[in-house]
């Protein structure tokens, strides 16, 4: 008997039996899933592909249980490292969905906590906040960002101590149908799990997200427009390149989010030109975001410290 929220397996199947894997893989939905995946988001390579190794494992463990093939539950809490606005979040959102789909996990939501979701401020706190917040995430992914918040070496009678050894007691019994997901920088992650060596050895996937180059940033920027209904013109998109090769050497850049950011600053812009000089107006103008709605940022001032 498979432990945790997975569905338990139909009547086992004869040995002789053979099982189509394409018409498996349809039905569980995760081939729309993957494509979607790819489809939206841009670059992560080396993520996609880790993605697409730990659902072949799953599928198939699933498979082998329909022959009555015992398998051990696999480990699949994991370690996402990388800058700001490198994807981490919605990549740990995908995830959850994608463990529900193969029956991994019962509800397939995501909790996203950070130190002081967990932490008490006073005696006697914190583990009942840890508890709850645990109890919350059953059935789905518990995501923890800047997990090594949880760790103060300058303090050992840091509550987060007590957080921490809750979280390991739980990722440890393998019976709770629970993902624990720990996100962050990550060089701060390496000095965390070598204090935590017992965290880092119940993490079984550690997936690096990479900066994305120029080209990737630019392509977001499109994909974003595009699922908000907008446009670049043509002139507007060498503009585009030069706005987020600029704001990716400036302080507090964040990837994906300033792309985000810049989108929306440029929507912000484009519907004050419009109301700025009123005039008759179609479908193609209020759908295209020209040169200017960039240009008036101040990345492209000379000498400005953003
Ligand atoms: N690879 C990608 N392709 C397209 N959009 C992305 C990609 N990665 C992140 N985003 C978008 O960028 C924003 C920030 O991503 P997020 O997952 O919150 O980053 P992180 O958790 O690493 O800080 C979100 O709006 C997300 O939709
Ligand atoms: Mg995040």
């Known amino acids: 008997m498979r432990s ?19 018409e498996l893989l349809a039905e569980s939905g995760l081939t729309d899933l993957l494509t979607r995946l790819d489809r939206e988001l841009v670059g992560l ?36 490292t990388g800058n700001p606005g490198t994807g981490k979040t919605t990549v740990a959102l995908r995830m959850a969905e994608l463990l529900r789909l193969i029956g991994y996990l019962r509800r397939g939501h995501l909790v996203a906590v950070t130190r002081d979701d967990l932490v008490g401020q006073y005696v006697g706190h914190t583990a009942p906040k840890t508890k709850d917040v645990i109890k919350r995430a059953m059935g789905g992914v518990l995501f923890v960002d800047e997990a090594y918040y949880l760790y103060r070496t300058d303090n050992d009678r840091d509550y987060g101590q007590e957080t921490i050894e809750i979280l390991l007691q739980v990722m440890e019994s393998n019976r709770d149908d629970l993902v624990v997901i720990l996100a962050g920088y990550a060089d701060r992650m390496d000095v965390f799990f070598q204090s935590n060596p017992g965290m880092g050895s119940r993490i079984a996937h550690h997936l690096d997200f990479p900066d994305f180059t120029v080209d990737e940033l630019v392509r977001i920027g499109l994909l974003m427009a595009d699922q908000l209904g907008y446009r670049f013109s043509g002139p507007a998109l060498p503009v585009l390149r030069e706005y987020l090769e600029r704001r990716r050497g400036r302080p507090l850049f964040a990837n994906a989010r300033s792309v985000r950011n810049a989108v929306e600053r440029a929507r912000l812009r484009h519907a004050g030109r419009l109301l700025a000089a009123p005039g008759l107006v179609g479908r193609a103008e209020v759908t295209t975001l020209l040169p200017e709605d960039l240009l008036a940022s101040r990345v492209f001032e000379t000498g400005s410290a953003r």
């Open 45 to 80: 390579r080396p993520v996609k592909s880790r993605i697409r190794e730990i659902s072949a494992l799953l599928l198939v463990d699933r498979l082998r249980e329909r022959f009555g093939i015992d398998t051990a539950r696999p480990n699949l809490h994991m370690c996402f």
């Open 4 to 22: 945790g929220g997975a569905p338990a397996p139909e009547s086992v199947l004869d040995p002789h039996e053979r099982v189509d894997l394409a």
